[in-house]
């Protein structure tokens, strides 16, 4: 793999034709080396990965047609949606990605597709909170709760996921209440990343977390975070309705002007392949999107998955009024 710079891959589309991908990743390139590794060794064809931090969608706007862009690899659904949804993706036909890839973790019209899911669970303090007690997402707004429960802001991406999937189950005024409810349970005002929360409860400033499931891995191989891990244990929560537990994606898209269709499209069937969803399953701490690729033995042991099948898609038509819900409670006050 090739790390390249922006202006590297502009000028890449002056050189002779190449069996070649260049993707643009919101995901940073050392976190997707094993995979875009596995491809080149595989297949022969080249990966050129320029991590985006912010502002994808828009890089892909002002650079039209001229792009040197081939895919865009990011996380969330709502960042999926956006790209779509701005005209900077393009629908792809594959038999492969469609028998790999469950339906409610692709779009509808074939412009992007989940390649591994995350789970938005529940942090627990081992000492003070007993095992089970944490059963549903609408339980977070119990008075049970109140002074023992932290949590990122309310505009971020992650929260507005689940706040969109909560209005996808309960509606729109019973999730105005939920949402009423969990701010009123808050120990402190929404601040920090998932690991910070974990952190909190670890400093016994609160006792319950939302956060991602990758998370417990990550901070397990940080000797400064392993600590904070040990404090807490995973608890799967589901919606009342009898779903199961919201999940996320990290997905894959088509460019708009991809100059390198072809490889493109080997390259985004290569990550619904056995092999590299083996790859993410051992090295990101995610669950594979193929539900015949088992999650590696740390993952499994946080407990049985059943993820909610919830279309992604759905979801993501939900976020305008998530963040309008949000902000109208004032959740981050």
Same mark, same amino acid.
């Given at each position: 793999?090739?790390?390249?710079?922006?202006?590297?891959?502009?000028?890449?589309?002056?050189?002779?034709?190449?069996?070649?991908?260049?993707?643009?990743?919101?995901?940073?390139?050392?976190?997707?080396?094993?995979?875009?590794?596995?491809?080149?060794?595989?297949?022969?064809?080249?990966?050129?990965?320029?991590?985006?931090?912010?502002?994808?969608?828009?890089?892909?706007?002002?650079?039209?047609?001229?792009?040197?862009?081939?895919?865009?690899?990011?996380?969330?659904?709502?960042?999926?949606?956006?790209?779509?949804?701005?005209?900077?993706?393009?629908?792809?036909?594959?038999?492969?990605?469609?028998?790999?890839?469950?339906?409610?973790?692709?779009?509808?019209?074939?412009?992007?597709?989940?390649?591994?899911?995350?789970?938005?669970?529940?942090?627990?303090?081992?000492?003070?909170?007993?095992?089970?007690?944490?059963?549903?997402?609408?339980?977070?707004?119990?008075?049970? %709760?109140?002074?023992?429960?932290?949590?990122?802001?309310?505009?971020?991406?992650?929260?507005?996921?689940?706040?969109?999937?909560?209005?996808?189950?309960?509606?729109?005024?019973?999730?105005?209440? %939920?949402?009423?409810?969990?701010?009123?349970?808050?120990?402190?005002?929404?601040?920090?990343?998932?690991?910070?929360?974990?952190?909190?409860? %670890?400093?016994?400033?609160?006792?319950?977390?939302?956060?991602?499931?990758?998370?417990?891995?990550?901070?397990?191989?940080?000797?400064?975070?392993?600590?904070?891990?040990?404090?807490?244990?995973?608890?799967?929560?589901?919606?009342?309705?009898?779903?199961?537990?919201?999940?996320?994606?990290?997905?894959?898209?088509?460019?708009?002007?991809?100059?390198?269709?072809?490889?493109?499209?080997?390259?985004?069937?290569?990550?619904?392949?056995?092999?590299?969803?083996?790859?993410?399953?051992?090295?990101?701490?995610?669950?594979?999107?193929?539900?015949?690729?088992?999650?590696?033995?740390?993952?499994?042991?946080?407990?049985?998955?059943?993820?909610?099948?919830?279309?992604?898609?759905?979801?993501?038509?939900?976020?305008?009024?998530?963040?309008?819900?949000?902000?109208?409670?004032?959740?981050?006050?």
């Amino acid at each position: 793999m090739r790390a390249l710079t922006l202006a590297t891959l502009m000028t890449a589309t002056a050189l002779p034709a190449l069996a070649e991908v260049n993707i643009y990743s919101y995901r940073q390139p050392e976190l997707i080396e094993p995979i875009t590794t596995a491809f080149t060794e595989k297949t022969g064809i080249e990966t050129n990965v320029a991590f985006i931090d912010k502002g994808l969608t828009e890089r892909l706007k002002a650079e039209g047609a001229r792009s040197p862009a081939d895919i865009i690899m990011t996380v969330d659904i709502s960042r999926l949606s956006e790209a779509k949804e701005a005209g900077v993706t393009q629908s792809v036909t594959s038999d492969i990605l469609t028998e790999n890839i469950p339906e409610s973790l692709r779009d509808d019209d074939g412009h992007w597709f989940g390649v591994t899911t995350r789970a938005r669970v529940i942090y627990a303090s081992k000492d003070r909170v007993p095992e089970g007690e944490v059963t549903t997402y609408e339980d977070l707004a119990d008075p049970k %709760w109140q002074g023992r429960i932290c949590t990122r802001s309310g505009t971020h991406v992650y929260t507005l996921g689940l706040v969109s999937a909560m209005i996808a189950h309960n509606g729109e005024e019973a999730t105005r209440e %939920w949402l009423e409810g969990v701010k009123a349970n808050l120990a402190r005002a929404p601040q920090g990343n998932d690991r910070a929360q974990v952190k909190a409860i %670890w400093s016994g400033e609160c006792d319950i977390s939302l956060g991602n499931t990758y998370y417990m891995g990550q901070m397990l191989e940080d000797p400064e975070q392993q600590a904070w891990a040990d404090s807490v244990r995973i608890e799967m929560p589901t919606f009342a309705d009898g779903s199961g537990t919201h999940v996320n994606v990290s997905g894959v898209a088509m460019t708009a002007s991809a100059p390198n269709p072809e490889d493109a499209l080997a390259f985004m069937e290569f990550l619904a392949s056995p092999e590299a969803q083996a790859i993410y399953a051992e090295t990101n701490y995610e669950y594979p999107a193929d539900p015949d690729t088992a999650p590696s033995e740390m993952v499994a042991g946080w407990g049985d998955l059943e993820p909610d099948l919830t279309a992604l898609s759905a979801i993501a038509d939900n976020r305008a009024q998530a963040l309008q819900l949000v902000e109208e409670v004032d959740f981050d006050g």
